[in-house]
């Protein structure tokens, strides 16, 4: 019992040494070479902002707007709920509208509340639309260029699949 607790006793006195307790330097000192090789520091090329793409664009207090219809015999009939995507509306960009009952979708051109459109002369604003069992029609694509030069109406006839 006794040679346990002067085991204890000394290890306790060798920790305390070890760890630095008497109050002098706290630096770890070294006790040979070391292995670890140096590190080295390459420097990384600048990090992208994200907004590179947006070079020679301005944030524009336009507004886009319209309805998503289909046409029928008897006129133009709204497709409530159609998504509309845009990816240069709105201050933070990649922007989706949903239409109402009505059909009527908008991205506001708002800039104090997130709102507006990034423009560039001559550039036009690609939109994408789509609605439940509908699409857009066959010959205009994937995406809609959309001509815009301050707030824009701009209606979207989709057909049923």
Known sequence: MKNRTLTRGGLLVFVLALSGCGGGDSSPMAVGPSLVPPRVVVPSPPVSTGADWLAGYTLTAASLSG?????TRTGHAPIPFAVVYCERCGEI??????ADADGFYRFPGDLATGGGIWLSPGQPTSIIVRGVNFEQQ??????LD???TGDTRFDVELVRR
Do not use: K, M
Request: proline letters at 10%; a neutral charge; zero cysteines.
């Open 93 to 98: 960009t990649h922007t989706w509208a949903t």
């Open 67 to 71: 309805v998503i219809y289909e046409s």
């Open 146 to 148: 959309v001509p815009i």
């Open 138 to 143: 066959p010959w205009l694509g994937r995406n």
